[in-house]
C-alpha cells in the first residue's frame, strides 16, 4: 500500500511564500498523476493543481499564476510551491493520487 505524507505548511504573512512537498513510500509518484486539493475551515475540499505523467501541468484559477506544482522523479518527491499568499489561500492541503490520500499539511496565512 502506498502512503503519501505531506510536509511544509506552516504560518505565514500575506504576500509570503511556502513550498508544500509529498512524499510517496513507493517509487511511483514519476509515473502518475498527482493532486494537489485543499480544504478551508468550514468548506469543501477543492482541487488546486495536477502534475500529470509527462509532467504537463494545470491549476484552479483562483491560483494560477501564483502556485507551481513540480515533481523530482529521483527524490520521489512532488511539490507544490506557492508565492503570493492570501488569507483566503488559509486551508489543509492535500496530495493525492489514485484514491490514496496523505494527512495533510497545515497552511494558515495572516498578519
Known amino acids: 500500500q502506498v502512503q503519501l505524507v505531506e510536509s511544509g505548511g506552516g504560518l505565514v504573512q500575506p504576500g509570503g511564500s511556502l513550498r508544500l512537498s509529498c512524499a510517496a513510500s513507493r517509487s511511483i509518484l514519476s509515473i502518475a498523476n498527482i493532486h494537489w486539493y485543499r480544504q478551508p475551515p468550514g468548506k469543501q475540499r477543492e482541487w488546486v493543481a495536477t502534475i500529470f505523467g509527462g509532467s504537463t501541468t494545470n491549476y484552479a484559477d483562483s491560483v494560477k499564476g501564483r502556485f507551481t506544482i513540480s515533481r523530482d522523479n529521483a527524490k520521489n518527491m512532488v511539490y507544490l510551491q506557492m508565492n503570493s499568499l492570501k488569507p483566503e489561500d488559509t486551508a489543509v492541503y492535500y496530495c493525492?493520487?489514485?484514491?490514496?490520500w496523505g494527512q495533510g499539511t497545515q497552511v494558515t496565512v495572516s498578519s
Open positions: 493525492n493520487m489514485y484514491d490514496i
